[in-house]
């Protein structure tokens, strides 16, 4: 299974955008990429995921570098209900999930 | 759409105890089911993967005798923890995938908090 790397912690004034990294560059040519975040004591929430192409839906937008070894989570506008730990995750047909130890965004005022 | 629930959301009991856990999904039916377990300050750990009619598949160093889990029907499956002990305790986690479609996300109940005495 594919490894990620994600900075451990991030901080984003409330109001900017929220600009996560993600590396994995031994993602497979079938592993699509996953985006889930986990707000304290709740289960993970999806975002978004994509296989090469950026993907924007009404949480967030993914841009997928042309090699696909990394991708970047853009939160346009955070809010302070953004704060939570977000993790990236390659997943190919087993739909297997791998968690790292993510990054923790903090949303400032 | 897609909501997953889970329940208990909380259980505290005594060691020795055999504790099940119920996943539904709500709104969609899952061909597959996963089971996950989060010790405090760490990482989701996948403990298996389950099946609608067949046995679950473990992931490595998870015993299969002690963590029950059947997958009955397409949007029910259940986890039992047998004769739980302290080490036990944890936050216990299910996703269940939408079936029929490829490269669906996998969505997540709310955890079960399992605290053995």
């Known amino acids: 299974d594919a490894k990620t790397t994600q900075p451990t912690s991030m901080d984003c004034a409330e109001g900017r955008a929220a600009n996560l990294p993600c590396n994995h560059s031994?993602?497979?040519?079938?592993?699509?990429v996953y985006w889930y975040r986990q707000i304290h004591s709740q289960g993970p929430q999806y975002i978004i995921h994509?296989?090469?192409n950026n993907e924007t839906n009404e949480m967030a937008s993914l841009i997928i570098t042309e090699d696909r070894k990394s991708s970047t989570l853009i939160l346009p506008h955070a809010t302070l209900r953004d704060t939570a730990v977000y993790y990236c995750?390659?997943?190919?047909?087993?739909?297997?999930?791998?968690f790292g130890k993510g990054t923790l965004l903090t949303v400032n005022p | 759409g897609a909501v997953v629930s889970q329940h208990p959301s909380w259980v505290i009991c005594k060691s020795g105890t055999s504790v099940k856990i119920e996943c539904r999904s709500l709104?969609?039916?899952?061909?597959?089911m996963f089971w996950y377990r989060q010790f405090p300050k760490q990482s989701l750990m996948l403990m298996a993967t389950?099946?609608?009619?067949?046995?679950?598949?473990?992931e490595q160093g998870v015993e299969k005798d002690k963590f029950l889990i059947n997958h009955a029907s397409l949007t029910l499956s259940t986890l039992t923890v047998t004769s739980a002990h302290p080490e036990d305790s944890s936050f216990y986690i299910c996703?269940?995938?939408?079936?029929?479609?490829?490269?669906?996300?996998?969505?997540f109940g709310d955890g079960t908090r399992l605290s053995i005495l």
């Open positions: 031994t993602i497979s040519g079938n592993e699509y």
């Open positions: 709104d969609f039916q899952a061909t597959t």
């Open positions: 996703s269940a995938r939408l079936q029929g479609f490829s490269n669906q996300p996998q969505h």
């Open positions: 994509g296989l090469k």
């Open positions: 995750s390659p997943a190919g047909s087993n739909y297997k999930l791998t």
């Open positions: 389950s099946n609608e009619g067949s046995k679950a598949t473990y």
